[in-house]
């Protein structure tokens, strides 16, 4: 079975980006919200249960 023809893989705990994307795992890319968190304010207080990708919106933003 090729790279191509493997069932895309949840990122469980991946917080790097570049791994995600080189690790063919899923993704939903969400970038056109990037806009509106730096309208938002200088400080964000972003809640959300762990695990549930704050560290890899960081490094979304990052790359």
Known sequence: MSA???PWR???GV???I?????HE???DKTRYL???EQAGRF???IRP???GKSLLQSVMEC
């Open 35 to 37: 806009p509106l968190l």
């Open 4 to 6: 191509i023809d493997q």
């Open 10 to 12: 949840i990122p469980y």
């Open 44 to 46: 964000l207080f972003l």
């Open 19 to 23: 791994k995600l994307r080189e690790g």
């Open 50 to 52: 762990r695990r549930f």
């Open 26 to 28: 899923y993704y939903v």
């Open 15 to 17: 917080a790097d980006f």
